[in-house]
């Protein structure tokens, strides 16, 4: 069972920033392409944005194409998910899930997945 852990949620403002980190507890993730999802209450789970397991490949949905960026760092064996310009429709619960394959946004080709971590949006 693959155990993932996101942090660096929180409460920010309309225009803010937050980074959120996804890291594993007891494997590397050099092997996995990562994703990031979120749901908001009374919504489906959505597909944020994902990168290869080698970082030449990311993805990212309409309604965060230039504003949120995915990166990794393999020596702190993390991935992170730099969130700008953050709007009130951006609320969400947001995991981070691991899958072996290709960046996607099926979720049941993921393998692991975090706990997710709160991320609200308000003035």
């Known amino acids: 069972q693959l155990q993932l852990v996101e942090s660096g949620g929180g409460l920010v403002q309309p225009g803010g920033s937050l980074r959120l980190s996804c890291t594993a507890s007891g494997f590397t993730l050099d092997d996995y392409s990562i994703g990031w999802f979120r749901q908001a209450p009374g919504k489906e789970r959505e597909g944020v944005s994902c990168?290869?397991?080698?970082?030449?490949?990311?993805n990212y949905a309409n309604s965060v194409k230039g504003r949120f960026t995915i990166s990794r760092d393999y020596a702190k064996n993390t991935v992170y998910l730099q969130m700008n310009s953050l709007k009130p429709e951006d609320t969400a619960v947001y995991y981070c899930?691991?899958?072996?394959?290709?960046?996607?946004?099926?979720?049941?080709?993921?393998?692991?997945w975090g706990q997710g971590t709160q991320v609200t949006v308000s003035s």
């Open positions: 990168i290869s397991r080698r970082g030449g490949i990311t």
């Open positions: 899930a691991a899958n072996r394959l290709y960046c996607t946004w099926q979720g049941e080709i993921y393998d692991g």
